[in-house]
C-alpha cells in the first residue's frame, strides 16, 4: 500500500504497479468482477488481484512458486493453482468455474525469461475475451522480444493500449466493453529514457487512488505489515 503524499510504501499490500487500482479505476467500486491472475505469487503481498477480491470479485490464480498455505489462509475462497501456468487448460478451467466471457480483469505477470506473448495466445486459445489487461514485457532487460510481439498480438485482436511503458509492463483495454471516459486519467506514454512509475504519474495529473484500499482489513493481515 502506497502513501499518497510521499510516494512510499507503508507495507506491500496489493500490487506494487497499481494493476489493481487501474482495474478498479475502469470499473467502480461497485462491480463485482472477474479476474484471471497467471504469475499471481503470494495472496497479498505485492498482488494483482488481492484488493479487486476485497471489492467481491472472484477469480482463477496460479503460479509454479509454492504459495497453497499462504492462499488458503488469506484468500480461501479464490481458485489457486501450484503448477506451471503453461500446463492449464484454461477454457476447461473458466467453464469448470463458472467464468463467462468477457472475463474483467487479465493479469500476466510471469517473472524471468519467459515467454509472455505466448501464455498470452494461450489464454486467448480458450475462445474468451477480456475487458482489460496488464501484462509485463520488462523490456528493459528482454528488449523488443517481449513487447513488440505482445503489442501486435493485442493491437491485432482490437485491444487498446492505454498506459504505454517501453519498460516494464502494459496496460490495455478491450473498446467493445470499456468506453474512453472509464479510462481516460490512466492514459500514459512513458516512452522516455526514465519509467515514470503510475502511482507517480497518477500523482501528477492529480489523482488520488488511495480510498480503494478503505476495503483492506488491515488487522485481519497484521502480521504481513
Not at 495466445?121 to 510481439?149: L, N, R, W
Amino acid at each position: 500500500m502506497l502513501d499518497y503524499n510521499s510516494l512510499t510504501y507503508k507495507n506491500d499490500i496489493g500490487a506494487g504497479g497499481l494493476q489493481d487500482v487501474y482495474a478498479l479505476v475502469v470499473f467502480g467500486k461497485n462491480h463485482k468482477g472477474t479476474y484471471v491472475d497467471i504469475g499471481c505469487r503470494h495472496p497479498v503481498l505485492h498482488n494483482n488481484t488481492f484488493l479487486l477480491e476485497k471489492y467481491g470479485w472472484r477469480g482463477f490464480a496460479v503460479d509454479l512458486e509454492y504459495y497453497t498455505p499462504e492462499w488458503k489462509k488469506y484468500r480461501p475462497n479464490s481458485i489457486y493453482k501450484n503448477v506451471d501456468a503453461f500446463s492449464i487448460n484454461y477454457k476447461n478451467q473458466f467453464e469448470k468455474m463458472k467464468i463467462e466471457s468477457p472475463i474483467d480483469f487479465l493479469s500476466i505477470d510471469l517473472e524471468g525469461m519467459v515467454d509472455r506473448c505466448n501464455m498470452l495466445k494461450q489464454v486467448f486459445e480458450s475462445g474468451y475475451e477480456f475487458k482489460t489487461i496488464t501484462i509485463e514485457h520488462d523490456a528493459y532487460c528482454t528488449g523488443e522480444s517481449e513487447k513488440k510481439p505482445q503489442r501486435e498480438f493485442l493491437t491485432d485482436k482490437g485491444y487498446t493500449l492505454v498506459r504505454k511503458c517501453e519498460f516494464i509492463e502494459d496496460f490495455w483495454i478491450n473498446p467493445k466493453y470499456i468506453n474512453e471516459d472509464q479510462y481516460q486519467v490512466l492514459i500514459q506514454d512513458n516512452s522516455g529514457d526514465i519509467e515514470i512509475h503510475p502511482w507517480k504519474f497518477l500523482k501528477s495529473v492529480e489523482y488520488d487512488w488511495t480510498h480503494f484500499y478503505d476495503k483492506v482489513d488491515l488487522d485481519s493481515i497484521g502480521e504481513l505489515l
